[in-house]
């Protein structure tokens, strides 16, 4: 979704421009899948991605789901976050979550027991039919991640499309522009669409797609999935 995210201003403004793109955007994109083009190109962008995420768990100080436990962090209130850990402690057996002492004398260690926990109860919550908010979630995160990590080249295309329709655009306009602007949009209607689609995906990825953006996803899903951890009835019955 982020490569087809972030071409699709280049794609309209070739059906828009070009006569015969339609046929030879259905062709290229058949040929791509066929020979697993595509699936190379999200496989790349996913690795991109995943390095991207390391380093943005540098500056945030950790995995999101791993802060959230720590007795330091505020994003859950104290009372919230015992009884998830008591649920963790319940369902994962060997595991001994750390007091406010152990995890500061030995945070490496801490760290090391909130991961297992997570690693735990993101396989607890694969199915997602039965945690669809998770799924959802998490979906919403990687694609924030890739479309962080795809950015730069993200916005190149956007910009070059958006020049390619003012320069397809430019020779309809006189100087009376209130006179010809109804011609222009009703002749050219595709063309100015591509334009503003460009320009809108140019700003999105210059305004709104940052470490910010990212983060506030990261944060939603690592909420849902630790959420999960109210599951009682599902503890009772096994």
């Known amino acids: 979704m982020p490569a087809f995210f972030s071409v699709l201003p280049f794609v309209l403004t070739m059906m828009a421009w070009c006569s015969s793109a339609k046929s030879i955007i259905g062709g290229t994109l058949t040929i791509l899948i066929s020979f697993g083009v595509m699936t190379f190109i999200s496989s790349f962008i996913s690795n991109v991605g995943n390095k991207r995420q390391n380093i943005l768990f540098m500056v945030w100080g950790g995995a999101p789901t791993t802060m959230i436990l720590r007795h330091s ?66 979906v919403g995160y990687g694609f924030s991640r890739n479309l962080l990590a795809i950015r730069l080249s993200g916005f190149l295309v956007a910009l070059i499309s958006l020049g390619i329709n003012i320069y397809f655009l430019w020779p309809n306009l006189n100087t009376d522009w209130e006179e010809n602007i109804s011609l222009v949009l009703r002749e050219n209607l595709l063309g100015v669409g591509s334009g503003l689609v460009a320009t809108i995906f140019m700003l999105t990825f210059w305004l709104v ?30």
């Open 73 to 138: 962090d505020p994003f859950l209130d104290q009372y919230t976050k015992q009884r998830y850990k008591k649920w963790l402690n319940m369902k994962v057996q060997g595991l001994e979550f750390p007091s406010l002492i152990e995890e500061e004398n030995d945070p490496g260690d801490a760290d090391q027991k909130y991961e297992s926990a997570i690693n735990y109860l993101r396989e607890y919550t694969r199915n997602k039919d039965k945690y669809p908010a998770v799924y959802r979630d998490n």
């Open 209 to 238: 797609v940052n470490n910010d953006f990212v983060k506030e996803r990261a944060f939603r899903y690592a909420k849902t999935l630790l959420e999960c951890c109210e599951d009682v009835p599902r503890l009772s019955n096994e």
